[in-house]
């Protein structure tokens, strides 16, 4: 992680925090944007020997108002997250379902997992779990505010040793 990266992430994080940051709502094409980041992801998944794959319970999609940057942000740093846990061999699932008023995303992983006494703390500005691993503990503290800022809820389910799969919610008109 560069100072770039790092200084990015902070002033990001800081705009949220402060309510600064509000979405721009537009119509978020779910399927086009799932599939284009689970392409940037394919790209360090294959350095690893990891299989990234995705499934959408219906075609298309149905479009959401939603703040395309942010929402991709939220994405990429999930599947980000999914492919740098996952040991060589491993696999990444996207799911995308469409539920009542709410669309349902999920990147699960056959990684390392997150033992239960961190998942409370997972989501908080600057916890790392591993800190062997690159990273500034912004990311899933960032994903979670933009999430919530579009009136969705976001949550980890994980098993240490086998993986973990975050979901989050996005409103439906």
């Known amino acids: 992680m560069t100072a ?9 994080f800081s705009r949220f925090e ?7 709502k537009g119509d978020f094409d779910v399927e086009a944007v799932v599939l284009k980041q689970i392409e940037v992801a394919r790209l360090s998944a294959e350095r690893k020997n990891v299989i990234v794959e995705c499934s959408f319970t ?12 942010m929402v991709q942000r939220v994405i990429a ?15 990444v699932t996207v799911r995308v379902a469409s539920s009542g008023k709410q669309i349902l995303f999920q990147v699960q992983d056959t990684g390392i ?11 908080n ?4 779990v591993n800190y062997d691993q690159g990273g500034t503990g912004l990311g899933l503290a960032i994903a979670r505010t933009i999430v ?8 980890v389910e ?5 993986g973990s799969t975050f979901s989050f919610t996005l409103p439906r008109r």
């Open 4 to 12: 770039e990266h790092l200084l990015e992430d902070f002033m990001v």
């Open 113 to 123: 997992g997150i033992p239960d006494n961190h998942i409370p703390f997972i989501f």
């Open 158 to 162: 994980s098993t240490a040793g086998k």
């Open 148 to 155: 919530e800022a579009h009136g969705g809820q976001i949550w």
């Open 125 to 128: 500005a600057f916890y790392r």
């Open 18 to 24: 402060n309510k600064e940051c509000r979405p721009a």
């Open 77 to 91: 740093n999930l599947l980000q997250n999914a492919v740098s846990y996952t040991n060589p061999g491993g696999r």
């Open 58 to 69: 219906e075609h298309p999609l149905p479009v959401i108002p939603a703040d395309r940057r």
